[in-house]
């Protein structure tokens, strides 16, 4: 995905392969952050969204819902959303109580486009 990524970034402005333009060069140039970053803040901005709902709420409920093991082939499991972000709030030293004061929650999620 980053791949793809640094290709529409470096056809954003202008630069080939060829130039030999490092990728954090043409990151400052176009001023945007990476995308696996920015998928993880919106991934963990929907957690703590579904986190602070009811109990009772049917996003809630959805997220118990136990999914059948259905037999795949040979290759690595799916996985889930839960498993994700469970990754995601260790990689960043959170953990899900903090989704309660929903300012401190995006302020540690955020993350910024370089200036």
């Not at 202008?14 to 333009?21: E, P, Q, S, W």
Request: aromatic residues 4%; positive net charge; hydrophobic residues 40%.
């Amino acid at each position: 995905m980053s791949v793809a990524e640094m290709r529409m970034l470096r056809w954003m402005c202008g630069k080939t392969r060829r130039d030999r333009v490092r990728n954090e060069t043409v990151r400052e140039i176009v001023g945007v952050a990476p995308i696996e970053e920015k998928l993880m803040e919106n991934r963990l901005r929907w957690f703590g969204h579904v986190y602070r709902r009811p109990g009772d709420a049917i996003v809630k409920r959805a997220d118990r819902i136990a999914l059948g093991s259905n037999a795949t082939g040979r290759s690595r499991p799916k996985l889930t959303l839960d498993a994700v972000v469970r990754k995601n709030l260790s990689l960043i030293g959170l953990c899900e109580q903090g989704a309660l004061d929903r300012a401190q929650w995006r302020k540690r999620i955020h993350v910024a486009d370089p200036k």
